[in-house]
């Protein structure tokens, strides 16, 4: 079992940065993969970026593509998010989860663990 808590959204203003963090209890961090995952008011939740064992491949949406990069701690049992150049349309409720998978995955069905997650709130 892996709990999953997220922190660091907040309000920002278009062109501005925010920093989300997850913590992740237990000791088998570094087996999961981890990603992150979105969901705008109205829509479905939507793949972000993910991040394989090691932190060494990552991979994301294009939507946030040069923007946003995805790392890992595994010391720490932490994976971030830095979020720069932010648009409106990034509003939203930002997950993190955590998958057995070996591989980078972006299908939402490929996780077995989520956080509550953390709301990013980009004005105009």
């Not at 992740?24 to 981890?34: H, I, K, N």
């Amino acid at each position: 079992q892996v709990q999953l808590v997220e922190s660091g959204g907040g309000l920002v203003h278009a062109g501005g940065s925010l920093r989300l963090s997850c913590a992740a209890s237990g000791r088998t961090f570094s087996r999961y993969v981890m990603g992150w995952f979105r969901q705008a008011p109205g829509k479905e939740r939507e793949f972000v970026a993910a991040i394989n064992r090691s932190g060494g491949s990552t991979y994301y949406a294009d939507s946030v593509k040069g923007r946003f990069t995805i790392s890992r701690d595994n010391a720490k049992n932490t994976v971030y998010l830095q979020m720069n150049s932010l648009k409106p349309e990034d509003t939203g409720v930002y997950y993190c989860a955590a998958s057995f998978s070996y591989f980078l995955t972006t299908a939402e069905g490929n996780y077995d663990y989520w956080g509550q997650g953390t709301q990013v709130t980009v004005s105009s």
